[in-house]
């Protein structure tokens, strides 16, 4: 029995009870690799004590102020510390309990930011397929996953999308990367001429798409082409980093690598290691001051925003990561990881792609590696890999191939930072076991 509505209430889980660095323990005593993170949320384990220190000292001192009567001190520190490593003129930032807020924030931030323009027109959303910004029904609205939004669907705001970055099922064999990535500028070039650009607000996208696709990365030169095309109509290019943000690729800010930056960034999970819930939204310079300097003041808020002791956790968790030199450790780390998918899965006959950036990596399963073709959806392969691979003492985040066959079976590994080499070959172990393990009751 119990008063909980699970996620999965017609399951039984195991009972967390315990974390030892990337472990988890259960009421058992049995002990759980963490090779995703959750959800690609605790990139510092379950037992970071200098983190834990830092949230029990700002629990000592002040747990909570509501932030319409104080600024706090946290707060500021890890406002300072993010826009003084943030790209471009992402200055400001706004600190919310977790992803979905922190998109809603960045939709309406966006708007505000138009409507005090003078371009109260503006009002479209372009997103694209086969994406996950949130559950909250401004999150969901924008998001292009079939799946989440059937239910939803009649109390959806209007919804715009165009193709993923998706070379590995999207990109024809003799199309060049170069070509493919000018192709999806000019179909979002399109998209916001169809709408008419004076009323688009802006373009949503995942730097590496995580949960729906399993670390997709845009090909080279994808995103300075997406940044062109929202510069050519003013249209504001929101990166929803929340996932794929803080470290997990690499690079603090994902986007980065592709030497770009968005007017608004979101991004949760990391930021805070799952030590505390919080997100944040970052924003550029240009519409902090005009909605400052217009009204004066954001129409938004929520009670825990900027809430100290999650902001305390958080800096603590960013800290951690530059002294202890984490992100090194991520494209160390994850180079070891992504050699030993290669080794062990790279010629099996039902891995289709192994893909993916820093510690954030996606293998994709198939029916026959030669056409793609993905196996069929009602097999559930990827619950069967979940189930299997937490049998085998592992945590891993699959996910399903679409009804409509534009993606497989997909594994996302997200482990956290600080794993060493013994526990990455422990994750190939048990990843191995648990995709034969799968792979065998399907037949
Ligand atoms: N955006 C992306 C890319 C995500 O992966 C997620 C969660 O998985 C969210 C937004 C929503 O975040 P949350 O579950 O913290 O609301």
Redesign the pocket.
């Known amino acids: 029995m119990t008063a909980i509505l699970h996620r999965q209430p017609r399951q039984s889980l195991p009972v967390a009870v315990g974390g030892d660095g990337p472990y988890v323990i259960d009421s058992n005593g049995k002990r759980y690799l963490d090779a995703s993170g959750g959800?690609?949320v605790s990139c510092l384990g379950h037992s970071h004590k200098a983190v834990v220190e830092a949230i029990k000292a700002q629990l000592d001192q002040l747990p909570y102020a509501h932030t319409g009567f104080f600024a706090n001190r946290p707060s500021e520190e890890l406002g300072e510390h993010l826009v003084a490593r943030a790209p471009g003129d992402l200055s400001k930032v706004y600190f919310v309990s977790?992803?979905?807020?922190?998109?809603e924030t960045a939709m309406k931030l966006a708007r505000q930011y138009f409507y005090e323009k003078g371009e109260p027109q503006r009002r479209h959303f372009i997103a694209r397929r086969q994406s996950?910004?949130?559950?909250?029904l401004g999150?969901l609205s924008i998001g292009g996953n079939p799946g989440r939004r059937a239910v939803y669907e009649p109390i959806l705001l209007p919804a715009n999308h165009v193709s993923p970055c998706f070379a590995y099922r999207e990109k024809p064999a003799a199309e060049s990367e170069a070509a493919y990535a000018q192709r999806l500028a000019d179909e979002l070039d399109a998209k916001i001429r169809e709408l008419g650009p004076e009323t688009v607000i802006g373009f949503v996208a995942?730097t590496v798409v995580?949960?729906t696709l399993g670390a997709v990365e845009p090909v080279p030169g994808y995103l300075k082409h997406i940044r062109e095309v929202c510069d050519r109509h003013g249209v504001l290019l929101i990166l929803?980093e929340?996932?794929?943000g803080m470290g997990r690729t690499g690079h603090l800010f994902a986007c980065e690598e592709d030497g770009i930056a968005p007017d608004i960034l979101?991004c949760?999970?990391g930021l805070g290691a799952g030590y505390q819930p919080v997100?944040a939204c970052l924003l550029s310079g240009a519409i902090h001051d005009t909605i400052v300097g217009g009204s004066g003041a954001f129409q938004h808020g929520f009670t825990y925003i900027g809430h100290a002791t999650a902001c305390a956790g958080a800096l603590e968790v960013q800290r951690t990561i530059e002294r202890e030199g984490l992100l090194d450790r991520v494209r160390h780390q994850g180079a070891l990881l992504r050699q030993g998918l290669e080794e062990r899965f790279g010629n099996h006959p039902h891995v289709g792609d192994i893909r993916g950036r820093g510690l954030f990596i996606g293998v994709e399963l198939v029916e026959d590696r030669a056409t793609k073709q993905p196996f069929d959806p009602s097999h559930r392969l990827f619950a069967r890999i979940k189930a299997q691979a937490m049998d085998h003492g592992l945590m891993c985040y699959p996910n399903g191939g679409t009804v409509d066959g534009q993606a497989g079976d997909h594994v996302l590994l997200a482990p956290p930072f600080i794993i060493g080499e013994q526990q990455v070959q422990e994750i190939l172990d048990r990843l191995e076991g648990a995709v034969q393990g799968a792979l065998h009751e399907i037949g």
Request: hydrophobic share 30%.
């Open positions: 959800a690609a977790g992803g979905s807020e922190a998109n996950y910004h949130g559950n909250t999150a995942e995580g949960a929803d929340i996932m794929s979101t949760a999970k997100g």
